[in-house]
C-alpha cells in the first residue's frame, strides 16, 4: 500500500453546457497520506462535491494528474474503478442512503455482495463486527425506517466500513442530524481513524467540526485558498 | 438467494402489476404454443388418408409358441377362394434403406403388396391414377411427421435401387403391424424385382393366379423370409368361422400339414380429416385465419415485452437513486445485470405457471364438443413438453432482454448525481415518450386487424340470406353417377319439383381438373377459375337466393354468374352489361362450352365454398359435366324430406348405383358446423383480439403510473407552489395528444409498407379506412381515460410525499 493515498497535481475540472465550458476545479494540488483526518469546507459551488465525487471515482478529471491508491486513475477501466470503490473506498452520505427495503444487515452488508473476494459465509460475522464498532449490535433485523436519524447515519457508517476500506469519504456527514447526534457521529469517525489508521475525507460545512480535524482545507471558486 | 429475497419484498408493493404483467405473459405463451400446435395440424400438408370401413383381416399362421408367423403363397391362393373372402392380397416383407426428403431411413421395413390392395381398401376409382406410388403406415407418419413434412409430392428414394416412388397415403394405424413385423412402407408388387433381383411374372400381380404361377413366384421369392395375406371379408367377421372355413379349405386342398391360422380384427373407425387436403378454398381460409392469430398472438408478445419495457424503464427511474448507491458501492453493470434478472424470477416463475394452466385448461374447454377433438389428438404430451421447454426458455429470456434492456440505456456511461432523483435527464425523457408512441403504435395496429377481422366476419355472416331451414340430402358415389339426361326430367322425374331442388358439384381434384371461364378475345393469362355448380331450374326460388340482376329461369344454355365473377369481367363495373354476354367454361379435360349470362346472383356462401368472393357459375343440371358426377345434393322442405330419401333410395337401387345417401340435417345446422373448424381459430383470435385490448388498456395505464411516478418530485413542486390538478392533466393531455398525432402517420406509413406483404401472405386486406379509425379513436379514448384515472391516483397523495425522496 502506498503511503500517499491520493495525489492530485494540476487537476482542472470543466462541466460542458450550453451556455460554454464552466470551470469548477482549476490546478488543484492536494496529497492525501494514509492516516489523515481532513476536513473541506467552502460554500455552496466552491466544487467540494465535484472534488468529493472525483476522490470516490464517480466522476472523471477533464485534465491533470490524479493517482489514488497508487493507481494513476486516467488509466482504469470502469470495471476497475468499480473494484476500487467497493475495496477501497467507503462512502458517507448526508441522507445516509440506505435501501428501506432492506435490514440494517442486508443495508451493511451489500458492499460485501459486490466483493468477489470475501465468502458469503463470512458474511454474517463481518456484518456483526461492523455493526458492534458503530454500536448497532442489537439493530441487526430493523429497517432503516425503525431507526432514528443518528442510528440511521451509524448503519452507514457500518456500511462504509464493513469491506476495511483504505479511505472514507463522507459528504456532509452530519448535515441532516441535530448538534448532539452530529458530534457522536464526529466522535464515532474520530474513533475510527484513531484506531484503524483509516484515512477520512470530509466534505462539511460546519466549522466546528471542521476544526477538530487533523487538516483542514478550504475551496473557493476551485482552488485551495487554505491548506493547513 | 439475497437479491431475490428482496424481490418479494418489492414484490408487495408491485403484486398487481406482477399479477397482471404475468397474465399477460402466461396467455401469450399458452397462445402460442397452442396456435403452433394448432397450425402444426392444421397446415401441415398430409397425404391422402386411406379410408375403410370395411373388415379386413391380416392372415397368417401362429407356430408352435401361438407367435403369428409368416404362410406361404400356395395357402393364400386357397384362403381366396373361400366365399367369405371378398379380397386377398399377398404381401412380403423385407428391410431396405430409403432416404426421404433427405433424411435417411436404415432398415425399412418394406411391404410389397398386390395390386389389388387399393379395391381391397375400398378406394374409388378416382385415386387408382395414384397407384404407382407407396403408401406410409400410420406409425411411421405418427413417428416422423415432425422431422420429414410429408406432403402429397414428397418422394421415397431406395437406396442400391433407381426407384423413386411418391406417398400416396396413410394406411389405418390397425394395419401397422402384421405378426411381429412393424410395417413402415408399403409397395407395389411389381417393384419387388427392383429389391430381389427376380423378376416378377405378369401374372405374379394378377388378382387371378394360376396356382402354377404362385408356385412359380414361391419359388423365386425365396430369399423373401416373411409371407403374410391381409383380406377383406364378404360377411359379418365371425372368428371361428372364418377360422374353421380356412382350416377345412386347407385340409381339402392339403398336401401339406393341418395349419393353425389366425387373424386380426380391424376397427371400424379411422380418423379421418375430411375436407382439408381435398378443399382449396377451405384450406385457403384455414391458412388465412392461422396467420391473422399468429400475427395477433406475435402483437400480443410484443405488446407485453413493450409493457414490461415501459414499466422496466419508469421502474428504474424511480429507482435511480437505490442503483446508484449501488453503483457507488462497487456494483459493475453485471451484478445490476444479475440484480434486475433475479428480481424478475417471481414474475417468470408466475409467467410459466399461470401460462401452462392456460394452455392445459384450452383443451378442457374444447372437448366437450366433438367438432374440436381433432385438437386433442395434437396434444402430443412428448412433442408438448419438448415444445413447452423450448419455449420457456425463449419467454424467460424475452422476459429478462425486455427488462433489463433499459438497465443498458439508462445506465450506460451514467455517474452518480445525488439530485438525480427530482430531474430526468433529456434522454430518460425521451425513453418514456418513445414508449408510450410504441404502445400507441402496436395498438392501433392490433386493434385495427382485430377490428377488420371482427368486421368481414360480421358482414360474411349477413351475407348468409338463403332458406337456411331446408333439409340436405346428398348422395356420394364411389364411381361416377350415370345421369342420362336432366335428373329431374329423367331419372327421377316423378318428384314433386315445388318441394325440392337439386344441385351437383362437380367433384374436382386439385390437381385433375378445374373449369376455366373466359369471354371471346381473352388472352389466356386472363382466364380465371371457377367453381362450377349444376343446378335445377328451380334451385334459386327454393333457396331464396337473392340477384343483383332480374332473372326469371335458367335455359340449358344459361350461366348464372356471382359478383366475384361479375367483378372480374365487367371492368367498368357496370354488371347489367353482362347479360346476354356469351361466356366459355373450359378445362384441361372439359370440353369448351359456351354460354350465356343469364343473371347476376349475389356473393354467397355455398357448400364446400367457404368465402363470399369465390367466384361461382351456375349450369342448367342437364349440362353437368357427366364424367365428374360422384355427388348429388337435394334440397327439400322438411316435410318433403323423407320421402325424397325413399325415392332415391329406389332410384339408387333399380340403376344398381352404390352410393351412399346422407341426411345433413337443416342447411343453417351444416353451416354451423362447417363453419366450427374455421371459427375456432376466428374465436381464437377475437379472445387475443380482447387480451390485447385490455392489454393495452392495463399498458396505457401502467405507463401513465409509471411517467407520473418518474415526474412525481416535478409534480409535487408544481403544486407545491399552487399548481391544480387540471394543469398537470392539461400538461399530460398535451404530451400524450402531440404524441398520438405523431404516432398516427406513422401508422399509416406502417399500414401502407405492411400491406403488399399481408396480402401475400393472408391473401386479403386486412386493414381499413374504418378498422384504422375506430382503432384510432379507442386508442386516444383509452389514454384520455388512463390519464385521468392516473391523475386520480397522484390527487390522492400529500404533497409532502410527492416530494419525498425514494431510498
Known sequence: MADKLIEMSNVFKEFDLSSG??????????????????????????????????????????????????????????????????????????????????????????PLRYNNKISSKHYSEIVNQALSDVDLGDKYGQYPSQLSGGQQQRAAIARALVNSPDLILADEPTGNLDEENSQKIFELLKKLNGHKKTTIVIVTHDNQLAEQCNRGLTLKDGVFVNNH | MFDLLYSFRLLKREKIQIFILAFGFAFFTAFLSFSLELGRYLLQEKPLWVQNE??????????????????????????????????????????????????????????????????????????????????????????????????????????????????????PESMDRLGNTQAEIWLPYEHLSSFSGIPVLPSDSSDNDSTEGNNSLENKLKSLAIFYGVATLNQQFEHNRILDSIKQAELNNTKSEPTNFTYFEAPKQLSVVSGIEFNPSYRAIINQQFWLLLILVIGLGLLNGLNLFTISTSKLIYRQQELNLRLVLGARFSSFFHQISVEHLPLII????????????????????????????????????????????LITIFIIICACVPLIKLFKGSHFHR????????????????????????????????????????????????????????????????????????????????????????????????????????????????????????????????????????????????????????????????????????????????????????????????????????????????????????????????????????????????????????????????????????????VVTSLIFALVCISLFYQMM??????????????????????????LFKESFYTFGIVNPAVLAVIFALEPLFIKRVGQEIFSLESYLLAAFLVLTLTIMTLLVSLFRLKGKKISVLLQTNG
Not at chain 2, 430409403?98 to 378406394?123: C, E, R, T
Not at chain 2, 385448461?361 to 419438448?386: E, R
Not at chain 2, 400507441?440 to 377490428?451: F, K, N
Open chain 2, 419 to 686: 439530485s438525480s432523483h427530482s430531474t430526468l435527464s433529456v434522454r430518460n425523457r425521451l425513453y418514456i415518450h418513445l414508449n408510450r408512441a410504441g404502445q400507441m403504435l402496436i395498438a392501433i395496429l392490433g386493434l385495427t386487424i382485430a377490428l377488420s377481422l371482427v368486421l368481414e366476419e360480421i358482414e360474411r355472416r349477413n351475407s348468409i340470406q338463403f332458406a337456411d331451414q331446408l333439409h340436405v340430402i346428398d348422395v356420394q358415389a364411389e364411381q361416377v353417377i350415370p345421369l342420362k339426361s336432366n335428373l329431374l326430367e329423367g331419372e327421377l322425374g316423378t318428384l314433386n319439383s315445388s318441394q325440392m331442388a337439386v344441385s351437383i358439384s362437380p367433384f374436382v381434384m386439385p390437381d385433375y381438373d378445374t373449369p376455366f371461364l373466359s369471354v371471346e378475345g381473352m388472352e389466356d393469362s386472363d382466364k380465371f377459375v371457377v367453381r362450377n355448380v349444376a343446378v335445377s331450374e328451380n334451385y334459386f326460388s327454393l333457396l331464396e337466393l337473392e340477384f343483383v340482376t332480374s332473372f326469371t329461369d335458367l335455359g340449358r344454355n344459361d350461366i348464372i354468374i356471382n359478383e366475384a365473377v361479375a367483378d372480374l369481367l365487367a371492368k367498368d363495373g357496370n354488371v347489367n352489361a353482362l347479360i346476354g354476354q356469351d361466356v366459355t367454361l373450359a378445362g384441361v379435360a372439359i370440353r369448351p362450352q359456351t354460354f350465356r349470362v343469364k343473371a347476376v346472383l349475389k356473393n354467397t356462401q355455398h357448400f364446400g365454398i367457404f368465402e363470399n368472393n369465390t367466384p361461382v357459375v351456375y349450369t342448367h343440371l342437364g349440362k353437368a359435366w357427366p364424367f365428374l358426377i360422384y355427388q348429388l345434393s337435394f334440397f327439400s322442405l322438411p316435410d318433403y324430406s323423407d320421402a325424397l330419401v325413399n325415392t332415391i333410395q329406389s332410384w339408387l337401387l333399380s340403376e344398381s348405383i352404390e352410393g351412399v345417401i346422407e341426411s345433413q340435417g337443416s342447411i343453417s345446422q351444416q353451416l354451423s358446423d362447417l363453419d366450427k373448424r374455421g371459427n375456432l381459430l376466428f374465436w381464437t383470435s377475437l
Open chain 2, 54 to 171: 370395411n373388415h379386413y383381416m391380416t392372415i397368417g399362421r401362429t407356430d408352435i409358441n401361438s407367435d403369428f408367423t409368416t404362410i406361404n403363397g400356395h395357402e393364400l391362393d386357397v384362403i381366396s377362394k373361400i366365399p367369405q373372402v371378398k379380397e386377398l392380397s399377398r404381401l412380403a416383407v423385407k428391410n431396405w434403406n430409403g432416404k426421404i426428403n433427405g433424411k435417411v431411413f436404415n432398415s425399412l421395413n418394406l411391404v410389397f403388396y398386390q395390386n389389388n390392395l387399393n379395391a381391397l381398401l375400398g378406394l374409388p376409382d378416382i385415386f387408382q391414377y395414384r397407384d404407382n406410388g407407396v403408401y406410409i403406415s400410420h406409425s411411421f407418419w405418427h413417428k416422423n411427421q415432425s422431422t420429414i413434412n410429408l406432403d402429397n409430392n414428397v418422394a421415397i428414394e431406395f437406396s442400391g435401387t433407381s426407384k423413386i416412388l411418391k406417398i400416396n397415403g396413410i394406411l
Open chain 1, 21 to 110: 465550458k464552466l470551470p469548477v476545479l482549476k490546478s488543484l494540488q492536494l496529497t492525501v497520506s494514509e492516516g489523515e483526518l481532513i476536513s473541506i469546507v467552502g460554500k455552496s459551488g466552491s466544487g467540494k462535491s465535484t472534488l468529493l465525487s472525483i476522490m470516490g471515482l464517480l466522476d472523471d478529471i477533464s485534465s491533470g494528474d490524479f493517482k489514488l491508491c497508487g493507481h494513476d486513475v486516467r488509466s482504469l477501466s470502469n470495471y476497475q474503478k468499480s473494484i476500487i470503490r467497493n475495496e477501497n473506498i467507503g462512502w458517507i452520505f448526508q441522507n445516509f442512503n440506505l435501501v428501506e427495503e432492506m435490514t440494517v444487515a442486508e443495508n451493511v452488508s451489500l
Open chain 2, 706 to 731: 409509471g411517467h407520473v411516478k418518474a415526474y412525481q418530485v416535478k409534480f409535487g413542486t408544481m403544486l407545491a407552489i399552487g399548481a391544480k390538478t387540471r394543469h398537470i392533466a392539461w400538461e
Open chain 2, 350 to 393: 408466475s409467467t410459466l405457471t399461470l401460462g401452462w394452466l392456460i394452455y392445459a385448461i384450452i383443451p378442457l374447454l374444447i372437448s366437450g364438443n366433438s367438432v374440436y377433438a381433432f385438437i386433442l389428438n395434437s396434444y402430443d404430451a412428448g412433442h408438448t413438453l419438448l415444445t413447452w421447454i423450448s419455449l420457456c426458455a
